[in-house]
């Protein structure tokens, strides 16, 4: 089941930009702009000393390095999350409902009626993507199994989502995550990925871009394609949209370099090896992903 690098379609990064693949990934918005980027808008204007006194030109100066210390921030809290984004409310003690869901062996734990209603019967693998709050860009992943009806924890890895948090109404460019269950048919990488069960492509296309952070490097090493708005059964690198550009794609869990994602779930090499190694097209693996609130409703 395993696809070759031959089989993936050509990146558009070899025609001198990211693949739609890589551009709708990881990248951080902090990342590095190619040569011949617009100049930022914080720039002062050329000839300010002589159109006003020295008080405005001590003025129009505070301003702009309030501006370029502003830019800075957000550019440092795109990287990493936004450590300052409002949490979602924790909601207290749990409902009896809630709490019968929680120790429910034959549901997800933390998975509402809404959505646990949408894991596949057949299904008996399933990831499950707790996000912090809605607009958080810190989760949890955790696999389970179901034997004889009943779900089983396997293994739980810190992650990260969106940098912006989470939606359900995922369009592109938004930083956002997509709340909801989804397949997980195929995979792929730069890296060669043996023992992998999903079918996998290893292709040097999978590459990020050479002007993101070197802390991207090794991001798409191993990525498992979520059948978000893609054509299930090709490569994470297919560029097919079903539901229309503007509603995004190219959404992957892939390996984590330690701040917010454009719209993916992240987490560890070895997550994602264990992930690659345990995850079988014959048990239909889905995951189930979205802030706490909204996977609970």
């Given at each position: ?16 930009q ?40 001590r ?21 990493g ?136 490097r ?19 690198l ?33 997550g ?26």
């Open positions: 089941m395993r696809r070759t690098g031959a089989e993936a379609p050509r990146s558009l990064r070899n025609q001198g990211p693949s739609r693949a890589q551009a709708d990934a990881a990248g951080p918005e902090g990342a590095a702009k190619p040569a011949g980027a617009a100049k930022p808008a914080s720039a002062e204007p050329a000839g300010a000393a002589n159109s006003a006194g020295a008080a405005a030109v003025a129009a100066r505070t301003a702009a390095a309030g501006a370029a210390a502003l830019a800075l921030a957000v550019t440092l809290a795109a990287c999350g936004d450590s300052h984004a409002a949490k979602a409310p924790s909601g207290g003690r749990a409902s009896g409902d809630d709490a019968a869901r929680k120790t429910d062996p034959t549901r997800v734990p933390g998975v509402g009626d809404a959505l646990h209603k949408e894991i596949p019967g057949k299904s008996s693998q399933v990831v499950a993507v707790y996000g912090e709050g809605k607009n958080s860009a810190t989760a949890t992943v955790r696999l389970f199994s179901k034997k004889g009806g009943k779900w089983t924890r396997e293994r739980s890895w810190p992650a990260h989502n969106g940098r912006r948090g989470w939606t359900r109404d995922h369009h592109e460019d938004d930083k956002r995550s997509p709340v909801g269950v989804f397949t997980l048919t195929d995979a792929g990488g730069v890296s060669s990925a043996p023992g992998a069960k999903l079918p996998y492509t290893a292709s040097a296309d999978f590459t990020p871009p050479t002007y993101w952070p070197k802390r991207t090794h991001d798409f090493d191993h990525v498992i394609a979520i059948d978000y708005n893609r054509a299930k059964g090709t490569s994470p297919d560029p097919t949209r079903p539901q229309g550009p503007s509603k995004g794609g190219s959404i992957w869990l892939h390996l984590d370099h330690g701040s917010g994602t454009s719209g993916c779930v992240s987490l560890p090499r070895e994602m090896e264990y992930l690659l190694r345990t995850l079988d097209p014959d048990k239909h693996p889905a995951v189930v992903m979205g802030d706490r609130a909204d996977l609970s409703r």
